[in-house]
């Protein structure tokens, strides 16, 4: 076994007001009660979140298991929209640095590791008056074995200990990905998603895939091809190019999806 516990942040702004708590109700909504106060970059992580939440409005399991919860406040994000695919690169690319294991991104937001998922992502925003701030939370699983994810009847479920071995602390976890995150929000500030396009792409799980598309109009399939530079998908169905922005996409071969 592998054991690597650093919990020094090397960044200039990002998480360098870092609170820590032992239990919350979610760090996303911690963050958007209390960030017009608090500055650009502020973290919020919890050891427990006792009504965590997934993208759709879904709940996300959030007991004391062995997983980071993190979110960070992002102030002046001209672009909300890509935010939670900036905060998948950093997540994927700290999530190889430490496993040395390839790392995918499903998209828009979920990582994944040897095809399962490792990690997930919620970006909220909110509106104060005259200021707009953004919640970019992540929930990674980090020391859970095997056996939790078949308890929890979660088949698709992994963790960077279940597929590397690695026992990291959870906060050696979220400072990693904070260090990536930091450039990559500052590249996105000033260039834009188009900047970061590249090594996304090189990240996708999705692009390349015949895929299902699931949105409000219903289900169609056909195959993602690209991404726009502001990182919606490119799919090809019926023959035609349609763009995506919102909905959910399977992966052929991925979740069980056949
Ligand atoms: C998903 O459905 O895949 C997104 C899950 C996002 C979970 C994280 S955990 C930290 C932050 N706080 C929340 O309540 N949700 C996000």
């Given at each position: 076994m592998i054991t690597i516990d650093t919990n020094k942040l090397a960044t200039g702004?990002?998480?360098?007001?870092w609170i820590k708590l032992k239990e919350v109700n979610s760090t996303n909504e911690y963050l958007k009660q209390h960030g017009v106060s608090l500055p650009d970059g502020t973290v919020v992580t919890a050891q427990?979140?006792?009504?965590g939440r997934g993208r759709g409005g879904s709940h996300w399991n959030?007991?004391?298991?062995g997983a980071l919860y993190l979110s960070v406040l992002l102030k002046?994000?001209?672009?909300?929209?890509s935010l939670p695919l900036v905060m998948g690169l950093a997540a994927a690319r700290a999530v190889e640095k430490l496993s040395g294991i390839d790392c995918q991104i499903k998209w828009p937001n979920d990582i994944i590791l040897q095809n399962k998922k490792l990690a997930g992502i919620l970006c909220e925003s909110r509106i104060m008056g005259a200021s707009q701030y953004a919640v970019c939370g992540i929930g990674v699983n980090v020391l859970q074995p095997q056996s939790y994810f078949d308890a929890c009847h979660l088949p698709y479920g992994i963790s960077i200990f279940a597929a590397s071995g690695l026992d990291c602390s959870v906060l050696t976890v979220g400072t990693k990905i904070l260090e990536e995150l930091e450039p990559l929000i500052e590249l996105y500030r000033t260039q834009g998603f188009v900047a970061l396009k590249q090594d996304y792409r090189l990240h996708?799980?999705?692009?390349g895939k015949q895929i299902r598309l699931i949105t409000a109009d219903g289900e169609e399939l056909g195959e993602a091809v690209d991404l726009t530079e502001e990182g919606e998908l490119i799919c090809k169905i019926s023959g035609k190019l349609k763009v995506v922005t919102a909905g959910e996409v399977s992966i052929r071969g991925l979740y069980g999806y056949v």
């Open positions: 702004w990002v998480g360098q007001n427990c979140q006792t009504e959030s007991d004391h298991n002046n994000c001209p672009k909300i929209r996708s799980a999705t692009v």
